[in-house]
């Protein structure tokens, strides 16, 4: 199939395939025109790749997981060995940034409870003088 369909079969735009295959994630047969022609294993692929992001694991990582994965029932399994040990580091990093991110929220809540004046539309925001004319 060629590009449009393949954007079309999995909703991912044509800007973002070719980064994919810029990264080394996903290589589509070349027509002597140079077009890029993809098989039905490619949008299965991207599936997983668009699957990983979402993960968030960088691309530089999906391109070594990729080839250690297999789906089963819609699971991604690994196969490689190795490879469930890199993914905990992952997890870990990615539990890290989250706990950074919450003590970042809750500092921002903390500040902002702390204003003496509320945006107007806030709950408990004094109404404007328009507001209390009408």
Partial sequence: MRMKEMVRRTGVH???LRYYEQQGLLE????PSGYRVYSESDVEL???IR????AGLPTSLIAQVLPCIRSDDGRLVPTCPDLV???RQESERITRAIEELRASRTMLDTVIAAAPFQSAGEPGAPRSIMAEAN
Wanted: net charge positive; proline share 6%; aromatic share 0%.
């Fill in 28 to 31: 589509p047969e070349r027509l």
């Fill in 46 to 48: 991207v599936r997983r």
């Fill in 85 to 87: 040990a890199q993914l």
């Fill in 51 to 54: 699957c990983l992001l979402a």
């Fill in 14 to 16: 044509e800007r973002l």
